[in-house]
């Protein structure tokens, strides 16, 4: 940990103060808080529910659009994903996804309107131009539109040439996130992933042309091969280079329990905890070294950026998708195992399955599985957790401070992570590294899971 002992930078050395007994303790196995409760404890939720929701439903939502197809296993992937080569199959799962949205569409009031709309994977730019054309004239058609409607969607940029061009994504599509990870040569070969940075510079080039309002770059530390000299090399020439006004920074969890392929994944070719710990610091480093602010845990943004101006602003929130900007209050969740957030209520979730998905809604059936309503409690630590992910502090009222008696008596024994003044709390600059540990401690059902479900916290 010697780059961590003697760096330079504020957040450094107040990790650099940590033994590594310390920062074992605090890289502890924990959910990502993107809902709460977290998916594990969502149950059986019934068909019948979910169309009185819809159906008492007014105002702005926004849509997320699942498309599970990839042609190829990414050895680090945990989406959820249906390996495909199939144009017959993919044509049947969007003639099925029409018939989905015309049947959501059916027990909405004309209230509802369209204000956000997110195309995510697998590999949403596997479809072709008509498939697009089709589903974007049903929307359209059994859904009403707001004036501005942000779109984006998720590009895998090995194929999106090969289906279609970026001026067509661009009718339709004002931000786009590319799936980068990492951009060494052996590290992609490790993991099946190899996109060449002539390709990335393609992209880049053609996005910058059509002016697409944001792009966004995820890229994953902790892969296998990745060192942390290498990583952030990565970053200072994604930074510096490509530009994007977004970038995810995203942790590795080997779970091969959950997804099987990761097994392929040799163990001693993955970094050891402290050389994550090192590559975490000097990537996010390097990006606010090259103007980007950071944002939440895991994300950074240029200034101008309207995720940072969000942040800025205290409008920023956080759901399946990572950090975003609150369009709507709810979240309809549309094509196999999506999920669907409403506000003060919870969350609902399409069935894994994909022939029971197709063959519900050729019935006429709404295809929900899964959910988890808000209880009272629910609400309240919801409410919490999201402040402390998004804004890195809380303020009790007298009655919270009461209520959450016991979590902030454990708040005070994590001097290192959070600082009290007052009735609340701000997380210190080490704290946001390790923020899900904070948020656990308002996570009621966590003492009844297993940790291995979950990823470290670094």
Known sequence: ?????????????????????????FNRRLPRYTSYPTAPFFEEFSPANYRNILSSL????????HIPFCRKMCLFCACSVVLNRSQERQEAYVQTLLDEIRLVA????????????????????????????????TLKTHFLWEKEVECSIEIDPRTVFEQHSLPFLRGYFSRISLGIQDLRENVQRAVKRIQSQELIADVMRQARTLRFASVNFDLIYGLPLQTPESLEKTAYEVATKYAPERIALFSYAKLPELK????????????????????????????????????????FALPQDSLSIAYKENRLYRNFQGYGI????????????????????????????????????GRGELPVALGKWHSEDDQKRYRVIQEIMCRFSYVFSSQEALYFAKEIARLQEMPELVTFEGTGFTVTPLGRLFVRNIASVFDAYLRASASTR???SL
């Open 454 to 456: 979950y990823s470290h």
């Open 260 to 299: 099987p392929h990761q097994k392929a994944i040799r163990d001693q070719d993955l970094p050891t905890t402290q050389e994550k710990g090192e590559m975490y610091l000097r990537t996010r480093t390097t990006f606010l070294n090259q103007g980007y602010r950071a944002i939440g845990m895991d994300h």
């Open 106 to 137: 059916s027990f909405l009031s004309e209230e509802v309107t369209i204000r956000e709309v997110h195309f995510g994977g697998g590999t949403p730019t596997n479809l072709t131009e008509e498939q697009f054309v089709e589903i974007f004239t």
């Open 1 to 25: 940990m010697c780059a961590i002992l003697c760096a330079p930078s504020k957040i450094m050395d107040d990790l650099a103060s940590l033994s590594t007994e310390a920062f074992l303790r």
């Open 326 to 361: 609150k369009k709507a209050p709810h979240m309809l969740g549309l094509g196999v195992t999506s999920i669907g957030f409403f506000s003060g209520k919870g969350y609902v979730q399409n069935t894994k399955d994909l022939s029971l998905w197709q063959a519900k809604i």
């Open 58 to 65: 007014n105002g702005p939502v926004s849509l997320y659009i």
